[in-house]
Nanobody
Framework: QLQLVQSGGGLVQSGGSLRLSCAGS????????IAWFRQAPGKDREGVSC????????DYNHSGQGQFTVSRDIAKNTSYLQMDRLKPEDTAVYYC????????????????WGQGTQVTVSS
């Protein structure tokens, strides 16, 4: 059974940083892509970033100019989302999701999801 367990998140001041973790079980990250999404109240879920099974990454947060960095540790079967220069508009529930090999920003294409973690950025 494929499972993703998230950790990290919380409350941070504007301009601060946070790192989210997403630990996988039942599969290995060298065969699956891990995408990060976020959903703010009243808004659609949107893609933030993704790391493919080959380790290459893609940034969907085009307005962020490198604000978010996705990475992974194969030995720990865990992906990370490093978030820097956080702004109040980054406040949302952040999710990780897995699918075989390739990334897509379309959330319906992912069958396995983490439980979500709240990130709140105060001004």
């Amino acid at each position: 059974q494929l499972q993703l367990v998230q950790s990290g998140g919380g409350l941070v001041q504007s301009g601060g940083s946070l790192r989210l973790s997403c630990a996988g079980s039942g599969f290995t990250l060298d065969s699956y892509a891990i995408a990060w999404f976020r959903q703010a109240p009243g808004k659609d879920r949107e893609g933030v970033s993704c790391i493919r099974s080959d380790g290459s990454a893609i940034d969907y947060n085009h307005s962020g100019q490198g604000q978010f960095t996705v990475s992974r540790d194969i030995a720990k079967n865990t992906s990370y989302l490093q978030m820097d220069r956080l702004k109040p508009e980054d406040t949302a529930v952040y999710y990780c999701a897995a699918r075989p090999n390739l990334c897509t920003p379309r959330s319906p294409n992912y069958n396995t999801w983490g439980q979500g973690t709240q990130v709140t950025v105060s001004s």
